[in-house]
């Protein structure tokens, strides 16, 4: 069965530090991961994708992501972060033959000034 | 370019009645998708409609039914209702079922709150 696994429930960094939100997946088949975040009150925003082609996707807002097959991982990265970052962070696989989104746990990402 | 909407915003009903959510897609787009998000937790998929057809499932009882509608606009309906069905309800759109790599665009959610 498809899987998402975020191990850290909460990242800690401070405005302008680089910050990585950590995702591993567990597929049959060729991935499709997506990254998502969540405001309070506020419904999913898509960031980025990896369908196929190279392994750094760049994304919105200055977010990046980097699959590695060997790892099974796709690691939400910023070079920069910023307090405005600070949200709920969702990895996701595609799942089955329509699209079907599997989610992982979540990672609340909290910036601080 | 009009997102995707839901109404109501917040819903507070009592175990054993019966709720409808609405959705409405963005434009362009004809496949929905109803997602539950139990508080603290990632979404979990409920099920998705293409061309007013049922086109997947998930692990949900029966009793959690929905319909889309020629608009493609489309409401959740959930009979006998449980406490542990207190959660935000998010409703996705996407365009052409089939390319199943297409992101989806989220609505701001129901919350439901049963007592």
């Known amino acids: 069965a498809q899987s998402v696994a975020q191990p850290e429930d909460q990242v800690n960094v401070a405005e302008g530090n680089p910050l990585t939100v950590k995702c591993t997946y567990s597929?049959?088949?060729?991935?499709?991961l997506f990254w998502y975040v969540q405001y309070p009150n506020r419904g999913l925003q898509f960031l980025l994708k990896?369908?196929?082609?190279?392994?750094l996707v760049k994304g919105s807002y200055g977010f990046e992501a980097e699959f590695n097959k060997s790892q099974t991982s796709f690691h939400l990265k910023k070079p920069s972060a910023l307090v405005s970052d600070s949200a709920l962070y969702f990895c996701?696989?595609?799942?089955?033959?329509?699209?079907?989104?599997?989610f992982g746990a979540g990672t609340r990402l909290a910036v601080h000034p | 370019e009009t997102g995707v909407t839901q109404s109501p915003t917040h819903l507070i009903k009592t175990r054993g009645q019966q709720v409808t959510l609405r959705c409405s897609s963005q434009s362009g787009h004809n496949t929905v998708s109803w997602y539950q998000q139990a508080l603290g937790q990632g979404p979990q998929f409920i099920f998705q409609?293409?061309?007013?057809?049922?086109?997947g499932r998930g692990n949900f009882p029966p009793r959690f039914s929905g319909l889309q509608f020629p608009n493609y606009s489309s409401e959740l309906n959930v009979n006998a209702l449980e406490l542990d069905d207190s959660a935000l309800y998010l409703c996705?759109?996407?365009?052409?079922?089939?390319?199943?790599?297409?992101?989806?665009?989220f609505g701001p959610g129901t919350r439901l709150t049963v007592l």
């Open positions: 990896y369908i196929t082609g190279d392994n």
């Open positions: 409609y293409y061309r007013e057809e049922e086109n």
């Open positions: 996705a759109s996407s365009a052409v079922a089939g390319e199943f790599y297409n992101e989806q665009f």
């Open positions: 597929v049959s088949g060729n991935p499709y």
């Open positions: 996701a696989v595609v799942s089955g033959g329509y699209n079907k989104l599997i």
